[in-house]
């Protein structure tokens, strides 16, 4: 017994070596700025079904997004939604505060409904005018774009705007004709990423839905609602929505986009980025209940189309650890490159509570030898991805959600920030939820088979932020107890970006039913940087354009322009690469697709530090 217990106990690190890994980081924590007025809540109203998990219903729905929305070069900018409140606002990054008042994102006169709740904000310059657009997508009404206005509110210097809400009209990214209150489809959305998936040059756009269409959060309906059919392998789901970019607007492609085996997903999460180097972004969806899935992109110009491509079977590892027949709880996702290789890696949230609900995060590693290995493994329907997150001490964590990859000391190498926590409160409810764990799936589909889940009650609420570093030895440990990031609150959404262009990675932090936080990074000695601003020559950003730095000593780093992947939490559009103690000049290879659907690839040579780069038919630095 001594020798299993030796065998199987979780690894663990001394609290010296944690305090040494955490030497290199230092965070300040600071408020964020909110619109006052606001009458505030602590659980919302839904669906009489569902009065007695009411908690369990309103555990969704903040989230943060980082970025430019001015127009003064800095991600100094945060679009905010606040369960609390209800509202998805703009405010300015604590870091560079004053510059405007904060504003709530109000859809009218677009028909609105007492029935509906924001869930996420994505910017993008969705009419491609050069302005920062925010896409605002809800539970029970379908998506809504704020498109900037460049002229409204004046500037301030620099070609920064003065934000106001008067600065943004409401378009319906759905045309469905509906009255006011609004009456349209009633969309639970929990997931959107931005990305060219058909190659023409232009962004497109998904929605991931949760709930099947379905009045939710109506208190006056008594049913008409559901929940998932299964604890492992749920298909009843809201699925997802493509949206394909045209001169004359955004265009709904149809059902049939998506493949079968993941079209009735219950989406938390989704993320985008080009794996193979075919200029094609892939997308992974995280869906609760059941079966993520990675997506091999096929498309062509006018037609998005894509094929699932799951892990070759090994009778060596558990079918519910194998890309695309994992049976666990997806959350959230984020693309990054974990090991240097030059290919990207993912790393998965799920549900990893002991003595509560124990699965395991993933931490997918690429397998083949380079893009053209992957590029002919995803071909013949394979996913060359292999989970080494028990290895690398991040396979538990607790009840996960977003996630995060970043060099926030500049080193070279990535670190993992998660969410984590579900519903906080003072009845411990683990037993009841455990006993639903074990039910039979003919059950679950019906809200009233579900235990009590009731304001009060609680969930892993103690769960803290997780920061996982590497040690030497190349695994990771957390250490967000000793950079004084580990507070009981459940967290939701990360957004990172370089808010005052010191070349450190900030971050911002939305919590559920809590405020939001912003960490502002004050490492003393972090090491050089490569920070880059890619747009099109109109000044979008260049969504997916693809960096690789090779150092001297022959090794690679990767990063791109993020559309906006992950849960709730959107990272800004600069890409960020750290350097090490190496201060360039570095060999920077970009490729990228112009606004024609055309691709260029392009070295340069680029000193480390901040720079602009307008990429039309070539790259060109801008002073």
């Known amino acids: 017994m001594v020798g299993v217990f030796a065998g199987v106990r979780l690894p663990s690190v001394s609290a010296q070596e944690k305090q040494d890994v955490a030497s290199d980081f230092a965070f300040e924590a600071m408020s964020i700025a909110a619109p006052p007025g606001y009458p505030v809540q602590t659980v919302r109203q839904v669906n009489k079904a569902y009065k007695h998990i009411e908690a369990w219903i309103s555990s969704v729905g903040s989230g943060i997004a980082m970025n430019d929305i001015d127009g003064d070069g800095l991600a100094d900018d945060l679009c905010v939604t606040d369960p609390r409140i209800d509202q998805v606002y703009v405010t300015p990054a604590p870091t560079r505060p004053g510059r405007y008042e904060p504003f709530v994102l109000d859809p009218a006169p677009l028909p609105k409904s007492s029935t509906m709740a924001p869930m996420g904000c994505v910017p993008g310059d969705f009419d ?82 949760y709930f099947p269409d379905s009045p939710v959060l109506d208190p006056e309906k008594d049913g008409g609602v559901t929940m998932n059919d299964s604890l492992s392998h749920a298909m009843n789901g809201g699925g997802g929505h493509f949206f394909r970019w045209t001169r004359n607007g955004y265009v709904a492609t149809g059902d049939d986009t998506l493949p079968a085996d993941v079209r009735g997903g219950w989406t938390l999460g ?157 009845t411990n409810r683990w037993p009841q939820l455990q006993e639903l764990a074990t039910s039979n799936d003919g059950l679950v589909k019906h809200p009233g088979a579900w235990p009590h889940v009731r304001e009060g009650d609680d969930l892993a609420g103690n769960q803290t932020l997780r920061f996982f570093a590497k040690r030497e030895n190349g695994s990771y440990v ?86 906006g992947g992950g849960h709730s939490g959107k990272r800004s559009f600069d890409v960020h690469i750290g350097l090490g103690d190496v201060a360039g000049p570095v060999k920077v290879a970009i490729s990228w697709r112009d606004r024609s659907g055309n691709v260029h690839d392009q070295d340069m040579r680029l000193s480390s530090g901040r720079h602009c780069l307008e990429l039309g038919t070539e790259a060109k630095e801008m002073k």
């Open 270 to 426: 989704a993320a985008a980025t080009d794996l193979d180097g075919d200029h094609l972004p892939e997308l992974f969806l995280a869906h609760d209940f059941g079966t993520s899935g990675l997506l091999y992109n096929k498309s062509r110009p006018g037609k998005i189309e894509f094929a699932e491509v799951k892990a070759v079977h090994s009778p060596l590892v558990p079918k519910s650890k194998e890309m695309g027949r994992s049976s666990f709880k997806g959350m959230g996702v984020d693309f990054g490159d974990l090991d240097n290789d030059g290919l990207y890696d993912m790393f998965v949230s799920n549900i990893t509570t002991s003595f509560g609900i124990q699965e395991s995060n993933f931490a997918f590693f690429d397998t083949a030898d380079d893009k053209q290995g992957v590029r002919a493994a995803l071909k013949k329907g394979e996913a060359p991805f292999h989970d080494k997150s028990a290895d690398l001490g991040v396979a538990w964590s607790g009840w996960g959600w977003d996630t995060k990859t970043g060099d926030f000391d500049n080193s070279g190498d990535l670190q993992i920030v998660q969410a984590t926590g579900f519903v906080k409160g003072k």
């Open 128 to 209: 491609e005018d050069g302005t920062t657009d925010l896409l605002v997508y809800y539970w029970g009404r379908t998506p809504v774009l704020f498109l900037a206005d460049r002229a409204a509110g004046g500037t301030i210097g620099d070609g920064a705007r003065t934000l106001s809400a008067d600065s943004f009209t409401p378009t319906e990214l759905v045309p469905n004709g509906g009255g006011t209150p609004y009456d349209g489809p009633l969309w639970n959305s929990n997931a959107a990423t931005v990305a060219d998936f058909d190659g023409d040059g232009h962004d497109d756009i998904f929605i991931g839905n």
């Open 478 to 563: 957390n250490i967000s107890d000793e950079l004084g990031m580990a507070v009981p609150i459940p967290t939701r959404g990360i957004a990172t970006g370089d808010t005052d262009g010191d070349g450190r990675l900030d971050m911002a932090v939305a919590r559920q039913w809590g405020e939001p936080v912003f960490y502002r990074n004050i490492a003393e000695n972090p090491g050089h940087y490569l920070g880059l601003e890619l747009t099109h020559p109109s000044g979008s950003p260049v969504v997916d354009a693809q960096v690789t730095v090779t150092l001297p000593d022959g090794s690679t780093r990767v990063g791109r322009v993020d559309g």
